[in-house]
């Protein structure tokens, strides 16, 4: 359909809107609508990615962080390659983490026991000395030389060699200060 602007009469620009071009020409209108229905479907679909994807990116970090530091929560002194290992697996968590770190515990134990049982087993065997167990004990003379005194005490006192770990040197030094008064006792309680 040609229209002949013509012979119709002037329109003021002002009163050129919308809804006139709507009434006097449809078919423009309507593939105007057809046209910017299209380009603002696609600039929303843009935008609407855009935005998506920087929210997918913004939350993902924030997830992977919140999944770092509870990784390392999780972690204990002596398994760092462990904590390594989770940190680059993304599948990885805190508590899948804390599951290896105590079966690897319990391997240690398990481990430990082991030894110390073998270790008992190598440890020669002490005969325990009763001699000093008898109800007799050497007197011991309280003018006789320091040095004859912790003799006589430490041959005749298992405890006492006991407590000093089998060093008489050890043994000699502490009465040599207990005589010159060198030496505190803070509590004589026998448990």
Excluded: C
């Excluded at 009434?23 to 299209?38: C, G, Q, V, Y």
């Excluded at 390659?81 to 290896?100: E, G, N, S, W």
């Excluded at 430490?154 to 060198?182: G, H, I, M, P, T």
């Amino acid at each position: 359909k040609q229209i002949n602007f013509m012979s119709k009469e002037t329109i003021e620009r002002s009163a050129i809107n919308a809804d006139f071009i709507k009434s006097e020409f449809p078919d423009i209108a309507e593939k105007l609508a057809k046209e910017n229905s299209e380009k603002i479907r696609t600039e929303t679909k843009e935008t609407a990615f855009a935005e998506g994807r920087k929210a997918g990116i913004l939350e993902g970090a924030e997830f992977e962080r919140k999944r770092i530091l509870a990784i390392e929560e999780a972690s204990l002194p002596g398994h760092e390659d462990l904590v390594a290992k989770a940190k680059q697996d993304a599948d990885m968590t805190a508590d899948k983490l804390a599951l290896q770190i105590v079966a690897r515990e319990k391997q240690r134990g398990t481990k430990y026991v082991e030894q110390a049982a073998v270790a008992e087993k190598e440890m020669p065997k002490v005969t325990p000395n009763f001699e000093s167990a008898s109800p007799e004990k050497a007197k011991v003379d309280k003018d006789a030389p320091l040095e004859d005194r912790a003799k006589s005490e430490w041959q005749n006192d298992v405890k006492l060699r006991s407590e000093f770990a089998d060093d008489y040197d050890a043994y000699f030094a502490y009465k040599k200060a207990s005589d010159a008064n060198q030496v505190k006792i803070l509590s004589t309680n026998k448990n």
